[in-house]
T-cell receptor, first 115, second 110 residues
């Protein structure tokens, strides 16, 4: 199974809402990632978890809160978002998470719209 | 960090071979070269990875000259479904660098 799943596929939320994005993989990978992608731009790294510990936080605003309950699951909790946070949110996983030589497997993404 | 430079866009016709070149002049000894493909509103998908010389799989070939300062992704006989953005990434298993460059937007025309 080389699949990374993400739910929901689409999410529309108001600026005062609290919502969560979910990501799951069953490849035995020990690293999981959140990326944000705006239209016609490359993915931008937000967070990396390696062995269930947060190893990279790319100065992401606190209104985005990641959580890694176990090595197969990754959540992104959203609160008080701004319209400019509207984007495609991608989850990925890889064996170790030490660098770009480690092949990443991406999920289909969650299309988030903040009103 | 090895910075990469790729053409912003390319056009091709169905059935042609497409070569996309990526420049990475300051590639480090431990760095590998990895290419990903991304269709609209989907996550990137791994295509191929190499360190030196030539690597081939069922989807593409990757040519890397001896100095490793560039690499070329070769897609044989493209079809309309190969229309996508192609990203060249250079990095090792050290340093935790996860930066995607702007990519090359390939349009395959009938």
């Amino acid at each position: 199974d080389t699949e990374v799943t993400q739910t929901p596929k689409h999410l529309v939320m108001g600026m005062t809402n609290k919502k969560s994005l979910k990501c799951e993989q069953h490849m035995g990978h020990r690293a999981m990632y959140w990326y944000k992608q705006k239209a016609k731009k490359p993915p931008e790294l937000m967070f990396v978890y390696s062995y269930e510990k947060l190893s990279i936080n790319e100065s992401v605003p606190s209104r985005f809160s990641p959580e890694c309950p176990n090595s197969s699951l990754l959540n992104l909790h959203l609160h008080a978002l701004q319209p400019e946070d509207s984007a495609l949110y991608l989850c990925a996983s890889s064996q170790e998470g030490q660098g770009l030589a480690d092949t990443q497997y991406f999920g289909p993404g969650t299309r988030l719209t903040v009103l | 960090l090895a910075k990469t430079t790729q053409p912003i866009s390319m056009d091709s016709y169905e059935g042609q071979e497409v070569n996309i070149t990526c420049s990475h002049n300051n590639i480090a000894t431990n760095d590998y070269i990895t290419w990903y493909q991304q269709f609209p509103s989907q996550g990137p998908r791994f295509i191929i990875q190499g360190y030196k010389t030539k690597v081939t799989n069922e989807v593409a070939s990757l040519f890397i000259p001896a100095d490793r300062k560039s690499s070329t992704l070769s897609l044989p006989r493209v079809s309309l479904s190969d229309t996508a953005v192609y990203y060249c990434l250079v990095g090792s298993n050290y340093g935790q660098n996860f930066v995607f460059g702007p990519g090359t937007r390939l349009s395959v025309l009938p």
